[in-house]
């Protein structure tokens, strides 16, 4: 039951700007919207959140829209260590009193960079 | 250095026994939570614990069981129950009720023979 859908695959030349969507259409208004990756055989590894402004930090930048339905992750300049299956997710600001929280991941996007 | 550990990186078992997973942090986070992964498949949670002495049954928990007498240790348990036991299996961590980034292990690759 994840809220957010992913296309599962996309190719980018490397050193052009990789731009994966999500839509996340039934997002609360106390929901971050986070970023994370796998590559191969190893742990994800968090990228970026952001809750309605844009955000931007050494790995890439988190565009979300105006309504929250949908964001997209930049990775400016590919590189082929950039291939991997992309996640993304959304997440309670703050835990609701006495609730739980599930992180669900869902199937994420597989982005092969190609040289 | 803080950390989420998981261990063995590869278990083999035969089929039929019963095997127990390790995951330590020591990050003070609250919740862990165990996945497994099929090839080509993503993330499918099978148990989750959001305090000590408390854990939720996942998407996918049967066949799996769970304890967690430590904050730092949250185990998983393959039992001979679970029909299709061979995935890679990944713990994470978090901080309970502020949201925070989760952590994740490297995982460990079981193969039932």
């Known amino acids: 039951d994840a809220k957010t859908t992913q296309p599962p695959s996309m190719d980018c030349a490397e050193g052009r700007a990789a731009n994966l969507p999500c839509n996340h259409s039934?997002?609360?208004?106390?929901?971050?919207v986070y970023w994370y990756r796998q590559i191969h055989s190893q742990g994800p590894q968090y990228i970026i959140h952001?809750?309605?402004n844009n955000e931007t930090n050494e790995m890439a930048s988190l565009i979300i829209t105006e309504d929250r339905k949908s964001s997209t992750l930049i990775l400016p300049h590919a590189t082929l260590r950039d291939t991997a299956v992309y996640y993304c997710?959304?997440?309670?600001?703050?835990?609701?009193?006495?609730?739980?929280?599930?992180?669900?991941f869902g199937k994420g996007m597989k982005l092969t960079v190609n040289p | 250095d803080g950390g989420i550990t998981q261990s063995p990186k590869y278990l083999f078992r035969k089929e039929g026994q019963n095997v127990t997973l390790s995951c330590e942090q020591n990050?003070?986070?609250?919740?862990m939570y165990w996945y497994r992964q099929d090839p080509g498949q993503g993330l499918r949670l099978i148990y989750y614990?959001?305090?000590?002495?408390?854990?939720q049954k996942g998407d996918i928990a049967e066949g799996y069981s769970v304890s967690r007498e430590k904050k730092e240790s949250f185990p998983l348990t393959v039992t001979s129950a679970q029909k299709n036991p061979t995935a890679f299996y990944l713990c994470?961590?978090?901080?309970?009720?502020?949201?925070?980034?989760?952590?994740f292990g490297q995982g460990t690759r079981l193969t039932v023979v």
């Open positions: 990050l003070n986070h609250d919740a």
């Open positions: 994470a961590s978090t901080y309970r009720g502020l949201s925070t980034e989760a952590f």
């Open positions: 997710i959304v997440r309670f600001t703050i835990t609701p009193q006495g609730g739980s929280e599930k992180l669900v």
């Open positions: 039934t997002i609360s208004g106390n929901e971050y």
């Open positions: 614990s959001q305090i000590v002495n408390d854990f």
């Open positions: 952001g809750l309605k």
